[in-house]
């Protein structure tokens, strides 16, 4: 993982990107701010 590609920080919290959660293929059910998938788990 690549700190400012894969991830940032923001008020001491990690943030995944957009980018990775993509490359990761799946969606975790967590509510990530950048989760490129839908209710049904696929892409947008």
Known sequence: MVEGVDYYFD????V???RFLVNRGYCCG?????C???DGGDLK
């Not at 967590?30 to 950048?34: D, K, T």
């Open 30 to 34: 967590n509510g990530c701010r950048h």
């Open 11 to 14: 008020g001491g919290l990690m």
């Open 16 to 18: 995944l990107t957009e």
């Open 36 to 38: 490129p998938y839908g």
